[in-house]
């Protein structure tokens, strides 16, 4: 069928996506000459399935092909899970996120650490005096000092103004994972260089 605008496509699929319990990461278009490609990025507590995602595909493949549009061109349809290197902007990429290593950047500073667990209050969190109350907050596991080893630092998320899950290509220090609790259930190992799961529909 015809591809739609962007904004079109991110109304068409967001009711697939939701009527199976997944969150709507992201969705773009990719031009390609005469074929281009629609993705559409979910994902939810506790992982995506592959047969989640190709139960999902289905769907938002019926709800691209029932729409009216107008444009000619043709569009291949991928629907897949966040990957290596995906930038974490929600609480929730956060929680998922426990166990990865991340970079982070904040208005003063720029360094490496390992994603612990995320809490709603701030209690006790090392923020500027006052910070008390002013949303989540994530504990990080640090090595500042190898002579040291890895310690916990905890930062508020509204601090943070950049964050990329960092690709690892061997098991973190057990330590490390130690301090951060885990890794969230469901989730692949760090160590793994691509986790995302993705399901490619025919041209349409």
Do not use: C
């Amino acid at each position: 069928m015809p591809i739609p605008s962007i904004e079109r496509v991110s109304q068409l699929v967001a009711d697939p996506v939701a009527a199976h319990g997944l969150d709507l990461e992201d969705v773009s278009l990719i031009a390609a000459g005469t074929q281009s490609t629609v993705r559409v990025i979910v994902d939810r507590e506790g992982g995506v399935s592959l047969d989640a995602i190709a139960d999902v595909s289905r769907d938002i493949s019926a709800a691209l092909d029932a729409a009216d549009e107008s444009d000619d061109d043709a569009y291949t349809l991928e629907v897949t899970t966040p990957g290596i290197n995906r930038p974490l902007t929600q609480p929730r990429h956060w929680r998922r996120a426990r166990g990865r290593k991340v970079r982070v950047r904040t208005p003063t500073e720029k360094f490496d650490a390992r994603v612990g667990e995320v809490s709603e209050g701030s209690e006790g969190a090392e923020g500027p005096e006052g910070s008390e109350g002013e949303g989540p907050h994530v504990a990080l596991v640090v090595v500042a000092d190898p002579k040291v080893g890895p310690v916990l630092r905890t930062v508020l998320l509204s601090e943070v103004t950049e964050a990329v899950v960092k690709v690892e290509f061997s098991p973190p220090n057990p330590r490390e994972l130690e301090l951060a609790g885990g890794v969230t259930p469901g989730r692949p190992t760090p160590g793994t260089e691509d986790d995302s799961i993705e399901v490619e529909e025919a041209d349409k």
